[in-house]
């Protein structure tokens, strides 16, 4: 007997009435979902049941597709219970949890001085990223360019929205080969080209790169060598047309490699700076500091910390290999800026979002650092070196101390006294903390030469006029 089909408006109307329709009945991926969600208390067998009974095997296909979006989690402890081909594709999606999580944000008012980055969210889907200055039609990219066109062509001729991001994205990742230089330009365009998924599908390749750096190569130079070479690969790939894209993708590849290779060693060193160039020093910087911040030693306050992270990374051991790899704590901060914070440079932490501000000094950054590690982890000096940033002399480190407390540790920020900062940025990150005003004292911030002023009774100053941020640089 020839199958039956539902709209969704009829399918909520007999919903209404308790009347049972199966699954099968519904003839648009908009009736599934409120099927599946009518059902969502229904166990997994049952579930499973009602799928297989489609007869047609692409409305089928669709119908996983549809339960992956309506409830990923719940859609991927299904598919064990699915008959084939349909545990199959359940299987292939539940590799993916890209298609049924939050996509990845772009990274968007991130940029550094003389760059202008837009919301990419703002966007259309086939758009891709505009993250610099000039809008990019990724889409059309592809389809002019012979070789990633032929890479597409079924993407090409799918409809807009997820299915379609995800085959470039898919694609993307097939056709990347470390060894092959003229593949990387043709990924990064298909990840361009993938809409939501762009920064995923990036994040995907740099992965690819990461997962060279093993246990037993730590010290092999030339996997250091072999990193730059596709570091330099996606840069090219990149930067002619999305300048701080490619910074940004470089920046995450250096970071997770260098993750990756302090996890295997037993105490840190600066060795690897001598095979990856200066442009891993940051990451190799944050790398030190949370090492030694990790191994609960107390050093004191926290110039005694920036000491010690800038003495290990002059230092060239080559150090003992560790068996098991340690558990951090990467939670992303600074996910969002306050009006004038594009200004301030910055640099992937750890994780695939997580970033901190760069200072030019080695002492500040260094300091930096420190603070983000110890936000994070506690320890015993952790109180300790967030009320000496608070005076330091830096502004980046003064407005990371006051950033953190707010973002992270909350029990931290009730018990940094606000001080009067000159600095705009850091001031408008203590107001953060805040609100009310201060509650004891203010205080300006100290030199390295002169110590901080003792702190007496102040009169409320919340009614001042504040100066307005720090405007952005001309062309930004």
């Not at 979902?33 to 208390?41: G, M, N, R």
């Not at 669709?62 to 992956?68: H, I, P, S």
């Not at 085959?167 to 097939?174: P, R």
């Not at 932490?349 to 080695?362: I, K, S, T």
Request: with cysteine.
């Amino acid at each position: 007997m020839r199958p039956f089909y539902l709209s969704l408006p009829v399918l909520t109307a007999l919903a209404c009435q308790g009347r049972v329709v199966p699954l099968e009945a519904c003839s648009e991926g908009e009736c599934m979902a409120v099927w599946l969600d009518i059902h969502s208390s229904d166990p997994p067998p049952m579930l499973a049941t009602a799928i297989g009974e489609i007869s047609d095997p692409i409305k089928r296909e669709e119908a996983v597709k549809v339960f992956f979006q309506v409830d990923g989690n719940r859609a991927a402890a299904l598919c064990d219970a699915l008959q084939e081909p349909a545990r199959g594709v359940c299987t292939r999606l539940k590799e993916r949890p890209h298609l049924y999580r939050s996509p990845t944000p772009p990274p968007t008012d991130l940029g550094a001085p003389g760059e202008t980055p837009a919301d990419a969210r703002a966007a259309p889907q086939w758009a891709g990223p505009t993250l610099d200055a000039t809008p990019y039609d990724a889409r059309a990219a592809v389809a002019a360019d012979p070789v990633a066109r032929e890479a597409a062509r079924e993407c090409l001729a799918m409809e807009d929205g997820k299915w379609k991001d995800e085959c470039y994205f898919h694609t993307a990742e097939q056709g990347l080969v470390l060894a092959r230089a003229e593949t990387f330009p043709v990924s990064t365009s298909l990840c361009l080209a993938a809409g939501q998924f762009t920064y995923d599908c990036l994040f995907h390749l740099v992965s690819r790169v990461t997962g060279q750096v093993t246990p037993d190569r730590i010290f092999d130079e030339s996997t250091w060598r072999a990193a730059r070479l596709c570091a330099d690969r996606f840069d090219a790939a990149l930067r002619p047309d999305h300048p701080l894209l490619a910074r940004r993708t470089t920046d995450l590849l250096w970071s997770r490699v260098v993750d990756q290779a302090f996890d295997g060693m037993v105490r840190p060193t600066g060795l690897p700076l001598d095979w990856a160039g200066e442009e891993v020093r940051p990451a190799i910087r944050a790398a030190i500091a949370r090492s030694l911040w990790e191994d609960r030693v107390s050093r004191g306050g926290l110039p005694a910390w920036t000491d010690a992270v800038l003495a290990v990374e002059t230092s060239r051991d080559v150090v003992l290999l560790r068996t098991e790899v340690p558990a951090h704590d990467n939670r992303p901060a600074w996910t969002s800026s306050l009006p004038g914070e594009e200004v301030i440079p910055d640099v992937t932490w750890f994780g695939q979002v997580a970033r901190r501000a760069r200072a030019e000094d080695p002492a500040a950054d260094a300091a930096i650092c420190v603070l983000e590690i110890a936000a994070r982890c506690g320890g015993p000096d952790r109180e300790g070196v967030f009320h000496d940033a608070l005076r330091h002399p830096d502004r980046l480190v003064r407005w990371t101390a006051a950033r953190l407390a707010g973002e992270l540790h909350p029990t931290l920020a009730e018990g940094i006294v606000p001080i009067d900062d000159p600095d705009p940025l850091v001031r408008a990150r203590l107001d953060v903390l805040h609100p009310q005003g201060p509650k004891a004292s203010r205080s300006q911030p100290a030199s390295d030469d002169t110590p901080a002023a003792p702190q007496k009774a102040a009169p409320d100053t919340s009614h001042r006029r504040r100066q307005p941020p720090v405007p952005r640089p001309e062309g930004t």
